[in-house]
């Protein structure tokens, strides 16, 4: 049965008078180690004219197994039928060489083969021996481009010396020699590369196989994996020059396939197999191959376009466009899922940075795969902390902030007869808004319960019919603590001309000075002001007895008007919407004081009344 993927070398009729021509033997091995200096893009058979640098060498090892690379084969004269026996097998040998580059055109290689082991068509095992031992030279016409690739175009001749051993078809009995074109074109990623010419070998008479000059052609294609890693796929081709009478012997063809990687340090790795596609003297069944060395190849490295991130800048050094591009990194504090404003400390892979930032956070610049922790603080009593490992994209980190206020504070809000007061209505102030509430109202018996963080705040509370609390409380952290809030009933009415007043607002004797025992009074006018927006400007009127002279009257009452309307404006009260007018000795105020079309405008009349019984 006929054996594919062998190649027929020469057909017998018998050993015996093969033995009796051991002159007739020839180089039967197949294989030819191209520039073996760890290239990525090289192949192992076909010629690639890659750019070369002066000075550049290499020296290397390729172990090789081999399947059958000869068989012979014999043709019954009757029948037609062909027998084929293996002649060499199990061919493992060390294919040996080394180059040097003399000049950026021209580099010369040395390659031995070294066959450690085979066995004949007697199944015998022959010792180690010599193959022949090929000196060649690659002259470039055209060179790629450092940078870009490209095309390059280039020649190869080489003299094979008769080192190896002819009987046992492992050697050429006399010098042989070849001349090939090469040509290729490669890129950053891939080159593809193709080699064509002859092998002009001592002609050869053997039965039925005649001459021995072969034509030569290659074709491969070469990918850079990694900046370390390139795979090469290659098909090569030897038909020989005449025809032979055995069918299957006229185009002999192998497939290779092959990795090598390369260390920074100038060490190089391959591996490979290779399969016959078509019987022919030299085409193994198979092949394995794996080996390295060491060299320096600066003409070897694979061209590299610049290529930039979004931001179009280069990636970070020792990366790549995956990990090496800087992306936005927006960093944000927020309380119930809104931006706040915040003071965040970020700890990031170049340390610790330190930030006020508004709602609309911070944004810093972070590569892929980077791992970010941040904590947060809003005033006293906000609080948060975070962790995220950035996408390479435009990564949000949120920051949610918690609140701190952990103090309790239970207001028990009653009138003068120790009775709830239903209604009324907590506000407080402070410096930090984080550490207190929003104005809560007190349930139906008298009560309200507010969480507070730690420090002091303004508190007051309110309910129609009566005065408003105010007071300062301390909080600490942590505590627990319920509060009596006695609230005083009312000493304002307003009624629609005039904001009356209960009570007197009391001087000092004949001076402008108001008393403290009226500070609460003139607090309850302020709040109906603020609360009552409609009722427009107010005029604050002095008024004085009849004691004193008229124009001593009338200045102390102006005083006295006017030191009211300040205190109300010192508590918040708008300037404008206060009138201080005195009028001496009491008497009806006119209406016509009040600007005209002032429908809105109100007058608030105080009664100023010494209570020395001096002058008012």
Not at 62 to 71: H, I, Q, R
Not at 105 to 128: E, K, Q
Request: net charge negative.
């Amino acid at each position: 049965m006929t054996r594919p993927l062998f190649l027929v070398a020469s057909t017998l009729a018998c050993q015996a008078a093969l033995a009796q021509e051991p002159a007739q033997g020839f180089d039967a091995h197949g294989f030819d180690l191209a520039a073996h200096d760890g290239d990525l893009r090289d192949p192992l058979s076909v010629q690639r004219p890659g750019r070369m640098v002066q000075g550049d060498y290499f020296v290397s090892g390729v172990g090789e197994y081999a399947a059958s690379p000869l068989l012979f084969s014999s043709e019954d004269v009757v029948t037609g039928d062909i027998t084929r026996t293996s002649e060499v097998d199990n061919l493992t040998g060390l294919n040996l060489s080394m180059g040097a580059t003399a000049h950026e055109r021209v580099r010369f290689d040395l390659h031995a083969p070294l066959f450690l082991y085979n066995t004949d068509g007697a199944g015998a095992n022959a010792p180690p021996t010599f193959g022949d031992m090929r000196l060649s030279s690659m002259v470039m016409a055209m060179a790629p481009d450092a940078d870009e690739g490209g095309l390059g175009v280039g020649f190869v001749g080489w003299f094979d010396l008769p080192s190896g051993a002819p009987a046992r078809f492992l050697g050429n009995r006399t010098i042989a020699g070849g001349l090939k074109a090469a040509a290729t074109y490669e890129t950053p990623l891939f080159t593809v590369t193709g080699d064509l010419g002859f092998q002009a070998n001592p002609g050869i008479t053997l039965q039925n196989i005649t001459g021995s000059d072969t034509l030569l052609a290659g074709l491969a294609l070469g990918f850079v994996a990694t900046d370390a890693v390139g795979v090469t796929g290659e098909l090569v081709m030897a038909p020989p020059f005449e025809k032979n009478a055995i069918a299957g012997a006229a185009f002999p063809a192998e497939g290779i396939l092959s990795m090598r990687y390369r260390a920074s340090s100038g060490a190089f790795f391959t591996a490979g197999t290779a399969a016959g596609l078509s019987g022919g003297a030299g085409v193994a069944a198979w092949r394995l191959f794996i080996g390295g060395g060491f060299g320096r190849i600066e003409g070897g490295n694979a061209p590299v376009i610049a290529e930039t991130c979004p931001d179009g800048q280069p990636p970070v050094e020792g990366r790549t466009l995956a990990d090496g591009c800087f992306s936005p990194l927006v960093v944000v504090a927020t309380v119930d899922g809104q931006p706040h404003p915040a003071e965040i400390s970020l700890l990031g892979p170049s340390g610790t940075t330190r930030d006020k930032v508004g709602p609309s956070g911070m944004t810093l610049r972070s590569l892929p795969n980077e791992r970010w922790s941040a904590v947060a603080t809003a005033g006293a009593c906000l609080s948060g902390e975070g962790e995220v490992v950035t996408t390479g994209g435009a990564d949000n980190f949120q920051i949610p902030l918690r609140s701190l206020r952990d103090s309790t504070l239970v207001l028990r809000v009653v009138d003068t007869n120790g009775q709830p007061v239903q209604g009324a209505v907590t506000q407080w102030s402070g410096a930090d808004p984080s550490c207190y509430p929003s104005p809560r109202t007190a349930s139906a018996d008298g009560s309200i319960e507010e969480q507070v963080g730690a420090g002091t705040f303004d508190i007051t509370v309110r309910a129609g019919g009566y005065q408003p609390f105010e007071s300062t409380v301390q909080v600490a952290r942590a505590e627990t603590r319920e509060l009596t809030i006695v609230l005083q009933p009312t000493q304002v009415e307003v009624t629609k001309e005039k904001i009356v007043i209960l009570d007197k607002v009391y001087f000092e004797t004949d001076k402008a000075i108001i008393k403290a025992e009226s500070y609460a009074l003139l607090n309850e006018v302020g709040f109906i002001i603020n609360d009552n927006p409609d009722i427009g400007r107010v005029e604050v009127a002095g008024h004085t007895d009849s004691q004193g002279s008229d124009e001593y009257n009338l200045k102390l009452s102006q005083a006295r008007a006017e030191s009211v309307m300040e205190y109300l404006t010192a508590r918040g009260i708008d300037p404008a919407r206060l009138i201080a007018t005195g009028y001496g000795e009491t008497q009806p105020i006119s209406t016509n004081r009040i600007p005209s079309g002032r429908e809105k405008n109100r007058r608030v009349e105080f009664n100023l009344i010494d209570t020395d019984g001096g002058a008012q």
